[in-house]
């Protein structure tokens, strides 16, 4: 079949993260891996131009000279908001983790660790990827190509973003089995275009159903939707209203969205927003972090989880996951998930908080023996 002008364009969105050509006689090579999860080996190119990131094959690593700690050193914080967890103005990077001991200056040979870390996985590389929704805005995503066809997408929770450790976890875990990951921004978060707004569920359904749509143009099968915290609201949301995704995994979403406001905006919090039609919330110092709108408030109130989740279609695979100990969503949330999507199976994970900081693995493993099954 002939190639569309359409899909020649969303093709041309697909950018290398890395590119193999360069005027420069010289490359320097930094090495790094991300913190507070399992390590990432990465080959930045540095050409006079910003780096980039690939997996590289370890003859690569060991036929360009030099290797030199990267900007990106281990314990930096990454760029992302908060998980639906309060209005803390705390950043991911902040969270504790036991992979935070391995950040050290000692010197280390590169291509022994690399070799280490490469054994038994699959090659991976890293594209970025730009993808219209239907309000003419730019999404942004990074795919993670182990070169199969199939594919799971991430979904990020409220004002997070793609750089959530949560996902970059899930998006390690998930590639080291040979499946292809795509983690995106939620327009109005991270990269992507648009302005924040609270609530918005429908419109970042909206954006995950743009997402699907040009991966299905590419060619590409999506095996499944995963999201954590709201992004767990949004894939059952898509899952109530589309039947062309047969796994859905909802980690740590809330069932009772009445609940939780509260927390942010104060108990008198519907007399404020009607006298003045916004609430500012604010961080710990007083700086402003977004404003809530009567209407957004609205949106999020409206949203009857109850109902959309008795018309998740039967054919549908659907698992929750939830921490036992989470401060942000009660786990009594978890059970009335299970109590109402027709396929669905429960997994409470005893001791784990919001971001399961301590219970990764098993987090994990529950999600890839739910998939591979």
């Given at each position: 079949?002939?190639?569309?002008a359409?899909?020649?364009?969303?093709?041309?969105?697909?950018?290398?993260?890395?590119?193999?050509s360069?005027?420069?006689?010289?490359?320097?090579?930094?090495?790094?891996?991300?913190?507070?999860?399992?390590?990432?080996?990465?080959?930045?190119?540095?050409?006079?131009?910003?780096?980039?990131?690939?997996?590289?094959?370890?003859?690569?690593?060991?036929?360009?000279?030099?290797?030199?700690?990267?900007?990106?050193?281990?314990?930096?914080?990454?760029?992302?908001?908060?998980?639906?967890?309060?209005?803390?103005?705390?950043?991911?990077?902040?969270?504790?983790?036991?992979?935070?001991?391995?950040?050290?200056?000692?010197?280390?040979?590169?291509?022994?660790?690399?070799?280490?870390?490469?054994?038994?996985?699959?090659?991976?590389?890293?594209?970025?990827?730009?993808?219209?929704?239907?309000?003419?805005?730019?999404?942004?995503?990074?795919?993670?190509?182990?070169?199969?066809?199939?594919?799971v997408?991430?979904?990020h929770?409220?004002?997070?973003s793609?750089?959530?450790?949560t996902?970059?976890?899930?998006?390690?875990?998930?590639?080291?089995?040979?499946?292809?990951?795509?983690?995106?921004?939620?327009?109005?978060?991270?990269?992507?275009?648009?302005?924040?707004?609270?609530?918005?569920?429908?419109?970042?359904?909206?954006?995950?159903?743009?997402?699907?749509?040009?991966?299905?143009?590419?060619?590409?099968?999506?095996?499944?939707?995963?999201g954590?915290?709201?992004?767990?609201?949004?894939?059952?949301?898509?899952?109530?209203?589309?039947?062309?995704?047969?796994?859905?995994?909802?980690?740590?979403?809330?069932?009772?969205?009445?609940?939780?406001?509260?927390?942010?905006?104060?108990?008198?919090?519907?007399?404020?927003?009607?006298?003045?039609?916004?609430?500012?919330?604010?961080?710990?110092?007083?700086?402003?972090?977004?404003?809530?709108?009567?209407?957004?408030?609205?949106?999020?109130?409206?949203?009857?989880?109850?109902?959309?989740?008795?018309?998740?279609?039967?054919?549908?695979?659907?698992?929750?996951?939830?921490?036992s100990?989470?401060?942000?969503?009660?786990?009594?949330?978890?059970?009335?998930?299970?109590?109402?999507?027709?396929?669905?199976?429960?997994?409470?994970?005893e001791?784990?908080?919001?971001?399961?900081?301590?219970?990764?693995?098993?987090?994990?493993?529950?999600i890839?023996?739910?998939?591979?099954?």
């Open positions: 079949m002939a190639a569309s359409s899909s020649l364009s969303s093709a041309a969105s697909l950018l290398p993260l890395c590119s193999s360069a005027s420069s006689s010289k490359r320097r090579l930094s090495f790094s891996f991300h913190p507070l999860q399992s390590p990432r080996p990465f080959a930045s190119l540095s050409i006079g131009q910003p780096s980039s990131r690939v997996f590289a094959a370890p003859e690569v690593l060991e036929s360009t000279g030099t290797i030199e700690p990267s900007e990106e050193t281990l314990g930096a914080p990454v760029v992302g908001g908060l998980e639906d967890a309060g209005t803390s103005p705390l950043s991911l990077g902040d969270d504790a983790d036991a992979d935070e001991a391995l950040a050290t200056n000692q010197s280390i040979s590169s291509s022994k660790l690399f070799h280490a870390l490469q054994k038994d996985r699959p090659l991976v590389s890293e594209q970025r990827v730009l993808i219209k929704n239907n309000y003419g805005e730019t999404l942004v995503g990074i795919l993670h190509e182990t070169d199969s066809k199939e594919l997408i991430l979904c929770g409220f004002r997070s793609k750089e959530s450790k996902l970059l976890n899930l998006a390690d875990a998930l590639t080291k089995e040979g499946i292809t990951v795509f983690r995106f921004d939620f327009s109005g978060n991270g990269e992507s275009e648009g302005s924040f707004e609270y609530g918005n569920y429908w419109k970042e359904v909206d954006d995950l159903r743009a997402v699907i749509l040009y991966f299905l143009e590419q060619r590409r099968e999506v095996s499944g939707i995963m954590h915290s709201k992004g767990g609201n949004i894939v059952l949301l898509y899952a109530s209203i589309y039947q062309d995704i047969l796994t859905v995994i909802n980690i740590s979403g809330r069932f009772a969205l009445g609940r939780g406001i509260e927390e942010r905006l104060r108990e008198d919090f519907i007399e404020r927003i009607r006298r003045d039609g916004f609430i500012d919330v604010k961080d710990q110092t007083g700086k402003p972090l977004y404003r809530v709108t009567e209407k957004s408030l609205m949106d999020r109130l409206a949203i009857d989880m109850h109902y959309s989740c008795l018309l998740i279609d039967n054919n549908c695979r659907v698992l929750t996951v939830h921490g100990a989470d401060e942000t969503v009660p786990v009594e949330d978890a059970t009335e998930f299970a109590n109402f999507i027709p396929n669905h199976k429960l997994h409470i994970i001791g784990a908080d919001h971001r399961y900081t301590w219970h990764r693995a098993e987090l994990t493993s529950t890839l023996d739910f998939i591979n099954k």
